[in-house]
């Protein structure tokens, strides 16, 4: 497998699709507790203030699960929280999150869906919709999910790569190299965002800006060994070009 195609456009493909950051916020957020009457007894409130905690102890603890990789087991602590708290955004939030970690995307998509509707201005829930969405066929949809996070929040670099990352499976590449650049501009070492934004100029066949985020890419993780191998079959299709030390 020596063609430029077969090598260097697989290795693209694979970090094209590898895009599941995560961006949901994984601080724990108070779990707000309405009481049913004013005039409650102390026994009733302590009661009421254990109850709280619990949950908050299985919020917390459902996303320190997510972060091990335990989605199967975080999903079960959210549903416990959602039957206290059945109004609670941001758990539906990450029970989305943990679905979309096992792959049930339209379950994760239905929570997502919840969770926005409860509270419209979750940036990270409207992101991780757009990643099930993407990933369960919606496109278009993932689209406007994205551009609802980023009107909520202009300078989210996640919304902006995600979307970077659908329009260029949607094959629109001067897109997505515009939504990576704005990632860049966020934040100018990150690597996931240079390095499909030489994977969208090759699609273009601007090979020679390509070699350069490629460039940047390894600047930032010299042990990209995708980056590596892609400016490799590069340089050999159009020559040497000098280095790019601009980050």
């Known amino acids: 497998m020596n063609s430029f195609k077969q090598v260097g456009l697989t290795a693209c493909v694979a970090l094209m699709t590898g895009y599941a950051i995560a961006t949901m916020p994984r601080v724990a957020q108070a779990i707000a507790i309405q009481p049913t009457a004013t005039a409650l007894l102390d026994t009733k409130t302590k009661e009421s203030a254990q109850s709280e905690d619990q949950a908050q102890q299985w919020y917390d603890q459902a996303w320190e699960l997510i972060d091990a990789g335990k989605p199967q087991q975080a999903l079960a602590l959210f549903d416990r ?17 943990a679905l979309y970690d096992l792959k049930r995307y339209s379950e994760a998509i239905a929570a997502l869906q919840q ?20 990933d369960g066929g919606q496109p278009q949809a993932a689209l406007k999910a994205y551009d609802r996070a980023i009107q909520l929040q202009p300078k989210s670099m ?27 501009a966020l934040n100018p070492k990150y690597e996931n965002a240079w390095y499909n934004r030489g994977v969208a100029l090759v699609r273009l066949e601007r090979y020679r800006e390509a070699i350069a985020a490629f460039d940047q890419t390894l600047q930032i993780n010299p042990n990209n060994k995708d980056a590596q191998q892609n400016r490799e079959i590069l340089v050999r299709k159009v020559g040497q070009v000098p280095r790019t030390n601009a980050v």
């Open 158 to 184: 996640n919304a902006w790569y995600n979307k970077g990352v659908t329009l260029g499976r949607l094959k629109q590449y001067k897109e997505a190299i515009a939504a990576y650049d704005r990632a860049i």
């Open 115 to 134: 969770a926005v509707k409860l509270d419209a201005k979750l940036v990270g829930a409207w992101i991780d919709l757009g990643n099930a969405l993407d």
């Open 81 to 97: 929280v959602l039957k206290q708290y059945p109004n609670h955004a941001p758990t539906h939030a990450g029970r989305g999150q």
